[in-house]
């Protein structure tokens, strides 16, 4: 479908990202798990049951909220400044060199044709803030932790971005930006996204998931496949 100007002085055009597998080839919760091991600031017990949530979550059996909630447990008492220092050099070692060129590119597309476009993403800002700045995108949704005198509480304010937390946080920003959704386009890989899916005008399934493709398919959503850079 072919991606067009809005009219001038129209409700906002939205285009909305999911993260992993979308615009980036790997998972970044287990690209950040991978960069802590090797830094020594986790145990291979902690890397491997990293590993093991995100093979959970893969196959739909992950309580995402509970894992969620006390995974976040560890940055308790870590400054905030050194969390986001952290991941900037995070992402220039292990993410920057993974993003989708096509992603890219589509990024670029919508940007030009004056969209509103954010990714929205279940990760932390500090995952999807480096990430944006390279895309040239000003807006995110992401879950969001709770701090107190530049300190990480180790809490997650809820509801945390993902399924129906992720519908929760885009109504206040479509209500805050005046964006149409019926005219918006969401992208994503993972049928945990659908909910959101159901209510843009263009779906998109990238690189889906088994039952995502199946559930394009069945509903003519387009379908991208992008190559690993």
Not at 45 to 50: E, I, N
Not at 152 to 179: A, D, M, S
Request: net charge negative; aromatic share 12%.
């Amino acid at each position: 479908m072919a991606i067009t100007r809005p009219t001038p002085g129209a409700p906002r055009v939205g285009a909305f990202f999911d993260m992993d597998k979308t615009l980036i080839a790997e998972n970044s919760a287990s690209l950040y798990m991978k960069y802590r091991y090797r830094r020594g600031e986790i145990s291979g017990a902690d890397l491997l049951r990293g590993l093991g949530a995100y093979i959970q979550y893969k196959v739909g059996v992950l309580d995402i909220r509970n894992w969620t909630q006390s995974t976040m447990l560890q940055f308790r008492g870590m400054s905030e400044a050194e969390l986001e220092k952290q991941a900037l050099e995070w992402f220039d070692e292990e993410v920057g060199d993974t993003l989708y060129p096509e992603a890219e590119a589509l990024v670029r597309e919508h940007l030009a044709a004056g969209h509103f476009v954010a990714i929205v993403s279940g990760a932390t800002k500090f995952v999807v803030r480096p990430l944006a700045a390279r895309l040239g995108i000003q807006h995110m949704l992401y879950t969001r932790l709770e701090v107190e005198g530049g300190l990480f509480t180790g809490r997650v304010i809820e509801p945390i971005c993902f399924e129906e937390g992720k519908i929760y946080w885009l109504q206040q920003f479509i209500e805050e930006h005046r964006v149409d959704l019926a005219k918006s386009w969401f992208y994503t890989d993972s049928i945990t996204d659908q909910p959101l899916m159901d209510l843009v005008g263009h779906p998109v399934a990238v690189n889906p998931d088994p039952f995502l493709y199946r559930e394009a398919v069945r509903r003519s959503w387009p379908v991208r496949f992008f190559e690993a850079p």
